[in-house]
């Protein structure tokens, strides 16, 4: 696997284009349900692929402006630091507890995160998650297991994924807390 395709492995965030419900329920009911919890994945998955779509089409500046709009909507950035730890970033800036840190994780292009080289623009195709366990405790919910991303070439890349989101009080379901980790490997 390529350095450029590991970094693809990363994680990131639902299409506001193609799945806004999946983030804003239409009736608050204070609780998460599974159900909202697997859409907001999903949208999470269309997002991606969006994304890099977006960057082939029209270039950096749009996969720039698609990107930043479904951190606005996808994350919990306006309720404080998300927890977020993408697949391949090394210190000093593994975490990336603000928008500005995840954007650039997503597309690069930022001279303050210069190893970063934009996951999202992999040129995504598919996303598919299956999930090992979920679990919810009213309004927030935490998912693990592993995502399988697909590139434009037939390119398989999975990781492993632990999520917590929360419906916040006007109904709308932010990811708080994000990892990626590619799977363990046993050395032989």
């Known amino acids: 696997m390529s350095r450029r395709s590991i970094l693809a492995a990363g994680a990131l965030f639902a299409?506001?284009?193609?799945?806004?419900?999946?983030?804003?329920?239409?009736?608050?009911?204070?609780?998460?349900?599974?159900?909202?919890?697997?859409?907001?994945?999903?949208?999470?998955?269309?997002?991606?692929?969006?994304?890099?779509?977006?960057?082939?089409?029209g270039g950096h500046a749009?996969?720039?402006?698609?990107?930043?709009?479904?951190?606005?909507?996808?994350?919990?950035?306006?309720?404080?630091?998300?927890?977020?730890?993408p697949t391949l970033t090394s210190s000093p800036q593994t975490f990336r507890t603000t928008k500005d840190g995840a954007l650039a994780y997503f597309v690069g292009g930022d001279s303050a995160y210069p190893n970063d080289k934009g996951f999202a623009l992999q040129g995504w195709r598919s996303v598919e998650i299956k999930n090992a366990a979920v679990q919810?405790?009213?309004?927030?919910?935490?998912?693990?297991?592993?995502?399988i991303m697909t590139d434009k070439a037939g390119k398989v890349t999975v990781v492993d994924k632990s999520w917590t989101f929360k419906k916040t009080d006007d109904g709308a379901i932010r990811i708080v807390a994000h990892h990626s980790s590619l799977p363990y490997s046993a050395a032989k």
Do not use: M, R
Request: net charge negative; no cysteine.
């Open 136 to 147: 919810i405790h009213g309004d927030t919910a935490s998912t693990v297991g592993n995502v």
């Open 15 to 57: 299409a506001v284009a193609t799945a806004p419900a999946a983030w804003a329920s239409s009736t608050y009911t204070g609780a998460l349900t599974e159900a909202e919890v697997l859409a907001a994945q999903k949208a999470w998955g269309e997002a991606l692929v969006a994304i890099a779509k977006e960057h082939e089409a």
């Open 62 to 85: 749009k996969a720039k402006a698609l990107a930043s709009t479904v951190l606005d909507k996808a994350y919990g950035y306006n309720l404080g630091p998300v927890l977020f730890k």
